[in-house]
């Protein structure tokens, strides 16, 4: 990662230090980030999640791994014969923030949470009609529903990402995805987990030293049960009707999580 995008990265961290979504300015006893995840692509691989979602259908032997570190860069790869355990759809993600051996950190009601991280998206991962989503949140367990997702996103013919609470099916921001292809963009997330109204989420991009988009909701629902666990990869539809399907791979570096407390 260049020395330019970690100092971006940097600045806008200590810049919303205080400005968290969902709490006042200052309290009594003024809360503020403290680091509690930051794995090495080179150093701790796919040790980094708390799990790893391979082509979990075995569909594509002959594309293994599809999602491996190399370098810095943690590369999730998807071949257009790529299928999931539910054929209508390709998945390759990981789940979770391992701080080490058998212990992840769990994020829980009441609970605010923050991921920086920057992305690079190719040209080759297009939007598309149905959902394309390259980050989720959700609750464990099979057949959850995701409650926050980051997707690319065909409106109106415009290749655009965005975010949405997918309980209630609130767009929180959306931004033209072109400008973002090929190159390095920074994604500042956080999330206050509240059920009902009780929670938050504000969510930043960066590109090129400036301020793509900065978007946030309060009052909002971000809780089913147990917890919430993020997600990173590849996850699409199969039923994309503008032609957008084909090989690809999306790249992360420098994840990072925070904890307001």
Wanted: proline letters at 3%; zero cysteines; hydrophobic letters at 35%.
């Amino acid at each position: 990662m260049s020395t330019s995008r970690r100092v971006l990265l940097g600045a806008a961290l200590g810049g919303a230090a205080t400005a968290a979504v969902g709490l006042p300015a200052a309290t009594a006893h003024a809360a503020s980030w403290q680091q509690k995840w930051a794995p090495s692509a080179s150093g701790d691989g796919l040790g980094a999640f708390e799990t790893v979602e391979d082509d979990r259908a075995d569909s594509h032997p002959a594309g293994h791994p599809h999602i491996f570190a190399t370098g810095n860069n943690w590369r999730f790869n998807m071949h257009t014969v790529d299928r999931d355990t539910s054929t209508d759809r390709q998945r390759q993600e990981v789940t979770g923030l391992r701080t080490r051996g058998s212990s992840y950190l769990k994020w829980t009601q009441g609970q605010t949470w923050r991921l920086t991280y920057s992305m690079y998206i190719p040209s080759s991962l297009k939007a598309t009609t149905t959902f394309t989503h390259i980050m989720q949140m959700k609750q464990p367990g099979n057949g959850t529903s995701p409650i926050v997702v980051q997707s690319l996103r065909r409106v109106n013919g415009r290749q655009t990402i965005e975010l949405k609470l997918a309980i209630d099916d609130i767009l929180v921001g959306r931004t033209d995805l072109d400008p973002l292809h090929d190159k390095w963009t920074d994604v500042d997330f956080q999330i206050k987990v509240g059920n009902g109204s009780a929670g938050s989420v504000r969510w930043i991009l960066k590109s090129g030293g400036s301020t793509v988009i900065d978007a946030s909701k309060t009052g909002v629902d971000t809780f089913l049960a147990d917890r919430v666990r993020p997600k990173w990869g590849i996850y699409r539809s199969l039923g994309d009707t503008s032609g957008s399907l084909q090989d690809t791979y999306l790249l992360l570096t420098n994840l990072r999580g925070y904890q307001l407390v």
